[in-house]
Protein backbone atom coordinates (compact mmCIF):
# COMPACT_ATOMS: atom_id res chain seq x y z
CA UNK A 1 0.00 0.00 0.00
CA UNK A 2 0.73 3.50 -0.62
CA UNK A 3 1.76 5.99 1.74
CA UNK A 4 -0.85 8.29 1.24
CA UNK A 5 -3.76 5.37 0.90
CA UNK A 6 -2.41 4.11 4.13
CA UNK A 7 -2.62 7.56 5.73
CA UNK A 8 -6.38 7.66 4.29
CA UNK A 9 -7.22 4.24 5.92
CA UNK A 10 -5.93 5.42 8.98
CA UNK A 11 -7.87 8.21 9.14
CA UNK A 12 -10.88 6.47 8.40
CA UNK A 13 -10.05 4.57 11.31
CA UNK A 14 -9.91 7.18 13.65
CA UNK A 15 -13.12 8.58 13.11
CA UNK A 16 -14.76 7.78 16.70
CA UNK A 17 -11.46 9.53 18.05
CA UNK A 18 -11.37 12.60 15.72
CA UNK A 19 -15.50 12.76 17.29
CA UNK A 20 -14.30 12.70 20.90
CA UNK A 21 -11.59 15.05 20.36
CA UNK A 22 -13.99 17.58 18.83
CA UNK A 23 -16.52 17.24 21.52
CA UNK A 24 -13.70 17.64 24.46
CA UNK A 25 -12.31 21.18 22.38
CA UNK A 26 -16.22 22.25 21.97
CA UNK A 27 -17.12 21.84 25.92
CA UNK A 28 -14.33 24.79 26.35
CA UNK A 29 -16.49 28.46 25.73
CA UNK A 30 -13.79 30.19 23.99
CA UNK A 31 -15.89 33.70 22.99
CA UNK A 32 -13.87 36.95 22.64
CA UNK A 33 -11.68 37.15 25.96
CA UNK A 34 -12.08 33.34 26.89
CA UNK A 35 -9.77 31.59 24.43
CA UNK A 36 -6.96 30.39 27.19
CA UNK A 37 -8.53 26.94 28.45
CA UNK A 38 -9.35 26.15 24.91
CA UNK A 39 -5.98 27.18 23.56
CA UNK A 40 -4.42 25.39 26.45
CA UNK A 41 -6.53 21.90 25.58
CA UNK A 42 -5.65 21.78 21.87
CA UNK A 43 -1.77 22.64 22.90
CA UNK A 44 -1.96 19.05 24.90
CA UNK A 45 -3.72 17.56 21.89
CA UNK A 46 -0.66 19.03 19.14
CA UNK A 47 1.46 17.47 21.71
CA UNK A 48 0.41 13.82 20.58
CA UNK A 49 2.03 14.50 17.27
CA UNK A 50 5.46 15.99 19.08
CA UNK A 51 5.38 19.17 18.06
CA UNK A 52 7.19 22.43 19.80
CA UNK A 53 4.51 24.61 21.10
CA UNK A 54 4.88 28.26 21.03
CA UNK A 55 2.07 29.76 23.21
CA UNK A 56 1.67 33.83 23.47
CA UNK A 57 -0.36 36.65 24.23
CA UNK A 58 -0.81 39.14 21.33
CA UNK A 59 0.24 42.88 22.27
CA UNK A 60 -1.55 46.04 20.53
CA UNK A 61 1.58 46.92 18.68
CA UNK A 62 1.69 43.14 16.78
CA UNK A 63 -1.42 44.55 14.76
CA UNK A 64 0.75 47.57 13.03
CA UNK A 65 1.60 45.16 10.64
CA UNK A 66 -1.79 45.82 8.88
CA UNK A 67 -2.39 49.57 8.31
CA UNK A 68 -6.67 48.71 7.83
CA UNK A 69 -6.59 47.00 11.34
CA UNK A 70 -9.25 48.08 13.29
CA UNK A 71 -8.38 46.47 17.40
CA UNK A 72 -12.04 45.05 19.21
CA UNK A 73 -9.61 45.60 22.15
CA UNK A 74 -6.13 46.51 23.03
CA UNK A 75 -5.43 43.91 26.08
CA UNK A 76 -5.21 40.20 24.69
CA UNK A 77 -4.82 38.98 28.64
CA UNK A 78 -6.32 35.49 28.59
CA UNK A 79 -6.28 34.99 24.56
CA UNK A 80 -3.30 32.91 23.58
CA UNK A 81 -1.81 32.11 19.82
CA UNK A 82 -1.17 28.95 20.09
CA UNK A 83 1.46 27.16 17.01
CA UNK A 84 2.71 23.97 16.78
CA UNK A 85 5.66 23.22 14.55
CA UNK A 86 7.08 20.44 13.40
CA UNK A 87 10.14 20.21 11.35
CA UNK A 88 10.61 18.15 8.36
CA UNK A 89 13.87 16.49 7.23
CA UNK A 90 14.72 19.36 4.81
CA UNK A 91 14.08 19.81 1.11
CA UNK A 92 10.43 20.13 0.85
CA UNK A 93 7.97 23.16 1.09
CA UNK A 94 5.99 24.10 4.42
CA UNK A 95 2.84 24.33 5.37
CA UNK A 96 0.36 26.34 7.63
CA UNK A 97 -2.72 25.07 8.82
CA UNK A 98 -4.20 28.12 10.33
CA UNK A 99 -7.77 27.73 11.98
CA UNK A 100 -9.35 30.38 15.06
CA UNK A 101 -10.11 29.09 18.18
CA UNK A 102 -12.48 32.19 19.42
CA UNK A 103 -16.36 31.40 18.66
CA UNK A 104 -19.54 34.21 18.60
CA UNK A 105 -21.34 34.34 21.37
CA UNK A 106 -23.41 31.30 21.78
CA UNK A 107 -26.37 33.56 21.95
CA UNK A 108 -30.50 33.76 22.16
CA UNK A 109 -32.62 31.17 23.56
CA UNK A 110 -32.72 28.97 20.20
CA UNK A 111 -30.22 26.20 21.69
CA UNK A 112 -32.10 22.62 21.79
CA UNK A 113 -29.20 21.38 24.33
CA UNK A 114 -26.58 23.24 26.14
CA UNK A 115 -24.32 24.95 23.11
CA UNK A 116 -21.06 23.82 24.85
CA UNK A 117 -22.04 20.15 25.41
CA UNK A 118 -20.37 19.22 22.57
CA UNK A 119 -23.07 16.50 21.74
CA UNK A 120 -22.62 13.15 19.50
CA UNK A 121 -25.95 12.49 17.68
CA UNK A 122 -26.64 11.00 14.44
CA UNK A 123 -22.85 11.71 12.34
CA UNK A 124 -22.87 15.17 13.97
CA UNK A 125 -21.26 17.14 16.75
CA UNK A 126 -22.96 20.17 18.36
CA UNK A 127 -21.84 23.12 19.49
CA UNK A 128 -20.67 26.86 19.79
CA UNK A 129 -17.64 26.35 17.34
CA UNK A 130 -18.28 23.03 15.93
CA UNK A 131 -18.82 24.32 12.45
CA UNK A 132 -16.58 27.69 12.53
CA UNK A 133 -13.97 26.37 13.21
CA UNK A 134 -12.59 24.14 15.62
CA UNK A 135 -13.65 21.23 13.61
CA UNK A 136 -11.11 22.44 11.02
CA UNK A 137 -8.55 22.61 14.65
CA UNK A 138 -9.26 18.73 14.59
CA UNK A 139 -8.93 17.93 11.15
CA UNK A 140 -5.49 19.45 11.27
CA UNK A 141 -4.85 17.10 14.35
CA UNK A 142 -5.96 14.08 13.00
CA UNK A 143 -4.36 15.01 9.76
CA UNK A 144 -1.41 14.91 11.23
CA UNK A 145 -1.56 12.07 13.66
CA UNK A 146 -2.25 9.82 10.76
CA UNK A 147 0.49 11.13 8.81
CA UNK A 148 2.60 10.04 12.30
CA UNK A 149 0.83 6.60 12.69
CA UNK A 150 1.98 5.41 9.17
CA UNK A 151 5.87 6.15 10.21
CA UNK A 152 6.15 8.71 7.51
CA UNK A 153 8.67 11.49 8.28
CA UNK A 154 7.86 14.61 5.54
CA UNK A 155 10.46 16.70 4.22
CA UNK A 156 8.91 20.50 4.33
CA UNK A 157 7.82 21.53 7.97
CA UNK A 158 4.20 21.74 9.39
CA UNK A 159 3.06 24.30 11.43
CA UNK A 160 -0.92 24.52 13.01
CA UNK A 161 -1.71 27.59 14.16
CA UNK A 162 -4.75 27.74 16.29
CA UNK A 163 -5.45 32.04 16.65
CA UNK A 164 -7.94 33.69 18.96
CA UNK A 165 -9.19 37.14 17.39
CA UNK A 166 -10.92 36.07 13.57
CA UNK A 167 -14.36 36.96 14.61
CA UNK A 168 -13.36 40.55 15.64
CA UNK A 169 -11.06 41.39 12.59
CA UNK A 170 -8.06 38.77 12.64
CA UNK A 171 -6.07 39.85 15.44
CA UNK A 172 -4.70 36.48 16.26
CA UNK A 173 -2.88 35.40 13.03
CA UNK A 174 -1.43 39.25 12.19
CA UNK A 175 -0.01 38.51 15.65
CA UNK A 176 1.31 34.97 14.27
CA UNK A 177 2.74 36.69 11.61
CA UNK A 178 4.38 39.56 13.49
CA UNK A 179 6.03 36.81 15.53
CA UNK A 180 7.99 35.33 12.30
CA UNK A 181 6.07 32.52 11.72
CA UNK A 182 5.78 31.77 7.49
CA UNK A 183 5.56 28.69 5.21
CA UNK A 184 5.28 28.56 1.37
CA UNK A 185 1.41 27.76 1.86
CA UNK A 186 -1.13 27.54 4.08
CA UNK A 187 -4.76 26.14 4.28
CA UNK A 188 -7.64 27.50 6.40
CA UNK A 189 -10.31 25.30 7.29
CA UNK A 190 -13.05 27.80 7.41
CA UNK A 191 -16.50 25.75 6.58
CA UNK A 192 -16.76 26.12 2.61
CA UNK A 193 -18.59 23.20 2.56
CA UNK A 194 -16.02 21.50 1.04
CA UNK A 195 -15.66 23.95 -1.68
CA UNK A 196 -12.22 25.04 -2.72
CA UNK A 197 -11.51 28.93 -2.41
CA UNK A 198 -8.75 30.53 -3.67
CA UNK A 199 -9.67 33.72 -2.67
CA UNK A 200 -10.65 35.47 0.24
CA UNK A 201 -13.71 38.82 -0.49
CA UNK A 202 -12.82 41.80 2.46
CA UNK A 203 -15.12 42.70 4.90
CA UNK A 204 -15.18 46.04 6.72
CA UNK A 205 -17.20 48.01 8.85
CA UNK A 206 -18.57 51.30 9.11
CA UNK A 207 -20.27 54.01 11.10
CA UNK A 208 -22.45 57.24 9.67
CA UNK A 209 -23.24 59.67 12.15
CA UNK A 210 -25.98 61.79 11.26
CA UNK A 211 -27.12 65.44 12.36
CA UNK A 212 -30.38 66.96 12.78
CA UNK A 213 -31.26 69.70 15.30
CA UNK A 214 -33.43 69.14 18.39
CA UNK A 215 -36.94 70.85 18.70
CA UNK A 216 -40.36 70.00 20.96
CA UNK A 217 -42.45 67.58 18.27
CA UNK A 218 -45.50 70.81 18.62
CA UNK A 219 -42.79 73.22 16.84
CA UNK A 220 -40.87 70.51 15.07
CA UNK A 221 -40.61 73.09 12.40
CA UNK A 222 -37.98 74.56 14.49
CA UNK A 223 -35.86 71.15 14.27
CA UNK A 224 -34.92 69.00 11.90
CA UNK A 225 -35.91 65.19 12.33
CA UNK A 226 -32.31 63.46 12.23
CA UNK A 227 -34.40 60.49 11.40
CA UNK A 228 -35.94 61.41 8.55
CA UNK A 229 -32.63 62.33 7.51
CA UNK A 230 -31.12 59.05 7.90
CA UNK A 231 -34.03 57.43 6.04
CA UNK A 232 -33.26 59.45 3.12
CA UNK A 233 -29.73 58.56 3.61
CA UNK A 234 -30.57 54.84 3.43
CA UNK A 235 -32.26 54.66 0.48
CA UNK A 236 -29.11 56.13 -1.24
CA UNK A 237 -26.90 53.63 0.01
CA UNK A 238 -29.25 50.84 -0.93
CA UNK A 239 -29.11 52.50 -4.51
CA UNK A 240 -25.48 52.59 -3.98
CA UNK A 241 -25.82 48.70 -3.10
CA UNK A 242 -27.71 48.22 -5.95
CA UNK A 243 -25.09 49.75 -8.16
CA UNK A 244 -22.23 47.72 -6.36
CA UNK A 245 -24.45 44.48 -7.18
CA UNK A 246 -24.46 44.83 -10.65
CA UNK A 247 -21.18 46.53 -11.33
CA UNK A 248 -18.57 44.79 -9.57
CA UNK A 249 -18.38 40.88 -11.09
CA UNK A 250 -15.89 38.63 -10.13
CA UNK A 251 -15.67 35.13 -11.47
CA UNK A 252 -15.17 33.20 -8.86
CA UNK A 253 -18.71 34.63 -7.28
CA UNK A 254 -20.92 34.29 -10.58
CA UNK A 255 -22.86 31.31 -8.09
CA UNK A 256 -23.77 34.06 -5.30
CA UNK A 257 -26.36 36.64 -6.15
CA UNK A 258 -24.98 39.82 -4.34
CA UNK A 259 -21.71 38.95 -2.50
CA UNK A 260 -19.99 42.54 -2.50
CA UNK A 261 -23.31 44.04 -0.66
CA UNK A 262 -23.86 46.37 2.26
CA UNK A 263 -25.81 45.29 5.34
CA UNK A 264 -26.91 48.38 7.39
CA UNK A 265 -27.16 46.27 10.26
CA UNK A 266 -27.67 48.66 13.51
CA UNK A 267 -29.54 52.40 13.65
CA UNK A 268 -29.29 54.36 16.83
CA UNK A 269 -31.23 57.23 17.33
CA UNK A 270 -34.17 59.50 19.38
CA UNK A 271 -34.87 60.06 22.89
CA UNK A 272 -38.42 60.77 23.38
CA UNK A 273 -41.28 60.89 20.92
CA UNK A 274 -42.31 64.06 21.64
CA UNK A 275 -38.93 65.50 20.45
CA UNK A 276 -37.33 65.73 17.35
CA UNK A 277 -34.17 64.04 17.26
CA UNK A 278 -30.81 64.95 16.77
CA UNK A 279 -28.81 62.27 15.93
CA UNK A 280 -28.68 59.23 14.03
CA UNK A 281 -26.08 56.37 14.17
CA UNK A 282 -25.93 53.91 11.18
CA UNK A 283 -24.04 51.42 11.69
CA UNK A 284 -22.94 48.43 8.55
CA UNK A 285 -20.66 46.00 7.13
CA UNK A 286 -19.71 46.34 3.41
CA UNK A 287 -17.64 43.44 1.40
CA UNK A 288 -15.87 44.10 -1.42
CA UNK A 289 -14.23 41.92 -4.02
CA UNK A 290 -10.60 40.70 -3.97
CA UNK A 291 -10.03 42.30 -7.34
CA UNK A 292 -10.65 46.18 -4.88
CA UNK A 293 -8.37 48.04 -2.94
CA UNK A 294 -9.31 48.80 0.09
CA UNK A 295 -8.82 52.56 0.06
CA UNK A 296 -10.12 52.92 -3.13
CA UNK A 297 -13.89 50.82 -1.79
CA UNK A 298 -13.57 53.04 1.41
CA UNK A 299 -12.91 55.96 -1.30
CA UNK A 300 -16.16 55.25 -2.96
CA UNK A 301 -18.50 54.90 0.07
CA UNK A 302 -17.72 58.18 1.41
CA UNK A 303 -17.89 59.49 -1.69
CA UNK A 304 -21.35 57.98 -2.33
CA UNK A 305 -22.61 59.22 0.91
CA UNK A 306 -21.02 62.90 0.05
CA UNK A 307 -23.02 63.11 -3.66
CA UNK A 308 -26.02 61.81 -1.48
CA UNK A 309 -25.69 64.13 1.42
CA UNK A 310 -25.66 67.24 -1.18
CA UNK A 311 -28.76 66.93 -2.28
CA UNK A 312 -30.07 67.70 0.48
CA UNK A 313 -30.40 71.18 2.12
CA UNK A 314 -29.87 70.50 5.44
CA UNK A 315 -27.24 67.69 5.08
CA UNK A 316 -25.64 69.43 2.36
CA UNK A 317 -24.35 71.88 5.31
CA UNK A 318 -24.14 68.87 8.25
CA UNK A 319 -22.73 66.40 6.23
CA UNK A 320 -23.11 63.04 7.91
CA UNK A 321 -19.27 61.87 9.47
CA UNK A 322 -18.25 58.17 8.33
CA UNK A 323 -16.37 56.46 10.47
CA UNK A 324 -14.43 52.92 9.51
CA UNK A 325 -14.80 51.05 13.02
CA UNK A 326 -14.59 47.55 14.81
CA UNK A 327 -13.83 45.02 12.07
CA UNK A 328 -11.76 44.59 8.42
CA UNK A 329 -10.23 41.65 7.14
CA UNK A 330 -8.85 42.26 4.15
CA UNK A 331 -9.02 40.39 0.86
CA UNK A 332 -6.68 38.20 -0.69
CA UNK A 333 -5.92 35.58 -3.88
CA UNK A 334 -3.96 33.12 -4.76
CA UNK A 335 -3.39 32.57 -8.31
CA UNK A 336 -5.67 29.61 -10.13
CA UNK A 337 -2.41 28.23 -11.51
CA UNK A 338 -0.56 27.57 -8.51
CA UNK A 339 0.54 24.62 -7.02
CA UNK A 340 -1.18 24.23 -3.74
CA UNK A 341 -4.18 24.71 -5.46
CA UNK A 342 -3.13 21.92 -7.38
CA UNK A 343 -2.61 19.53 -5.15
CA UNK A 344 -5.91 20.62 -2.77
CA UNK A 345 -7.77 19.90 -6.11
CA UNK A 346 -6.19 17.09 -7.08
CA UNK A 347 -6.56 15.28 -3.75
CA UNK A 348 -10.20 16.62 -3.52
CA UNK A 349 -11.11 14.14 -6.58
CA UNK A 350 -8.67 11.68 -5.24
CA UNK A 351 -11.18 11.09 -1.86
CA UNK A 352 -14.19 12.40 -3.28
CA UNK A 353 -14.68 10.59 -6.90
CA UNK A 354 -15.19 14.23 -8.01
CA UNK A 355 -14.03 17.61 -9.43
CA UNK A 356 -14.28 19.87 -6.54
CA UNK A 357 -16.19 23.12 -6.67
CA UNK A 358 -13.66 26.09 -6.77
CA UNK A 359 -15.86 29.78 -5.33
CA UNK A 360 -14.53 32.78 -3.56
CA UNK A 361 -15.44 32.65 -0.20
CA UNK A 362 -19.00 34.30 1.26
CA UNK A 363 -17.24 35.80 3.97
CA UNK A 364 -14.58 37.50 5.16
CA UNK A 365 -10.90 35.08 6.62
CA UNK A 366 -7.63 35.29 7.80
CA UNK A 367 -6.62 34.90 4.26
CA UNK A 368 -6.12 37.94 3.19
CA UNK A 369 -3.36 38.71 6.27
CA UNK A 370 -1.83 35.20 5.29
CA UNK A 371 -1.49 36.60 1.99
CA UNK A 372 -0.72 40.45 2.16
CA UNK A 373 1.23 40.94 5.29
CA UNK A 374 2.65 37.10 5.67
CA UNK A 375 3.23 36.91 1.76
CA UNK A 376 1.89 33.35 2.41
CA UNK A 377 -0.59 32.19 -0.09
CA UNK A 378 -3.69 31.01 1.45
CA UNK A 379 -6.56 28.86 0.01
CA UNK A 380 -9.30 28.21 2.54
CA UNK A 381 -10.83 24.58 2.46
CA UNK A 382 -12.77 23.47 4.80
CA UNK A 383 -16.50 21.18 6.11
CA UNK A 384 -19.55 21.96 6.38
CA UNK A 385 -22.50 22.24 6.13
CA UNK A 386 -22.67 25.27 4.85
CA UNK A 387 -24.31 28.31 6.06
CA UNK A 388 -24.23 26.67 9.60
CA UNK A 389 -21.89 29.30 11.22
CA UNK A 390 -23.06 31.14 14.23
CA UNK A 391 -26.46 29.78 14.31
CA UNK A 392 -28.29 28.02 17.11
CA UNK A 393 -27.51 24.33 17.27
CA UNK A 394 -24.48 24.65 15.27
CA UNK A 395 -22.92 21.24 14.20
CA UNK A 396 -20.54 19.90 11.70
CA UNK A 397 -21.08 16.87 9.71
CA UNK A 398 -18.29 14.18 10.49
CA UNK A 399 -18.05 13.05 7.45
CA UNK A 400 -17.39 15.78 5.76
CA UNK A 401 -15.12 16.63 8.84
CA UNK A 402 -13.30 13.57 7.73
CA UNK A 403 -13.40 14.33 4.20
CA UNK A 404 -11.36 17.90 4.92
CA UNK A 405 -9.21 15.50 6.88
CA UNK A 406 -8.18 13.09 4.19
CA UNK A 407 -7.87 15.85 1.59
CA UNK A 408 -5.66 17.77 3.51
CA UNK A 409 -3.22 15.19 4.64
CA UNK A 410 -3.27 13.65 1.32
CA UNK A 411 -2.49 17.59 0.46
CA UNK A 412 0.26 17.72 2.63
CA UNK A 413 1.72 14.57 1.78
CA UNK A 414 2.57 15.75 -1.68
CA UNK A 415 2.94 19.59 -1.17
CA UNK A 416 5.65 18.85 1.86
CA UNK A 417 6.98 15.72 -0.03
CA UNK A 418 8.16 12.49 2.13
CA UNK A 419 10.43 10.09 2.77
CA UNK A 420 9.97 6.54 1.17
CA UNK A 421 8.03 3.94 3.63
ZN1 LIG B 1 -14.80 31.32 10.98
Known sequence: MNAKAKVLEIIEGNRDEAVSYLSGLLKHPSVMGSEESAQRHYAELLKLLDMEIDIWEPKAEDMKINPDFMPARDDYTGSPDVVGVLRGTGGGRSILLNGHVDVVPAGGNDWTDDPWSGKIEDGKVYGRGANDMKGALIAYLMAMKAIKEAGIDLKGDVLIGSVIGEETGGAGTLSLINRGYRADGAIISEPSDLRVCPVSMGVIWFRVRVRGLMAHAATSYLGVNAISK??????????????????????????????????????????FPTSVPDEVILEARMSFSPDDDIAQVKKELEEAIHKAAMKDEWLRDHLPEIEWYGFCLNSGSVPMDHPLLGAILYNFKLVKEREAEIIGTPWGTDAGALIRYGNIPTIVFGPGPGGMAHKADEYIDVDMLQDTTKVIAATILDWCGHEEV
Open 230 to 271: AAMLIQEIDAYEDRMIQEKKHPLYSHHPSPFSINIGIIKGGV
